[in-house]
């Protein structure tokens, strides 16, 4: 099995920046997947916000969120980081990581970023 623990949220006023951290571990977590930051903000879908390659020399971001976020890896400690700057209050939302494409059963609990308007 594998667990996900996403840390690093709070509350940041507009303009702001965070780190999120995403720690992977369990038997069956591999370095080499694709992983993803994923977000969902209250009474919308979740949604893939940025995605990184097992190497980090591929990224993908989505329109909201390119150049503003970064995402990026240590595989030596099974972590991806989510580097979000300029945050407005569009961005609050609960963000979570997981594989891309995600896998239900390896959503964790996430961590709540809330940017005031």
């Known amino acids: 099995q594998v667990q996900l623990v996403e840390s690093g949220g709070g509350l940041v006023q507009a303009g702001g920046s965070l780190t999120l951290s995403c720690e992977g571990s369990g038997r069956t977590y591999s370095s080499f997947w694709t992983m993803g930051w994923f977000r969902q903000a209250p009474k919308k879908e979740r949604e893939l916000v940025a995605s990184?390659?097992?190497?980090?020399?591929?990224?993908y971001y989505s329109d909201s969120v390119k150049g503003r976020f970064t995402i990026s890896r240590e595989n030596h400690k099974n972590a991806v980081y989510l580097q979000m700057n300029s945050l407005k209050s569009e961005d609050t939302a609960v963000y979570y990581c997981?594989?891309?494409?995600?896998?239900?059963?390896?959503w964790g609990r996430g961590t709540q970023v809330t940017v005031p308007s």
């Open positions: 997981n594989k891309n494409p995600p896998r239900s059963d390896y």
């Open positions: 990184i390659n097992y190497n980090g020399e591929e990224t």
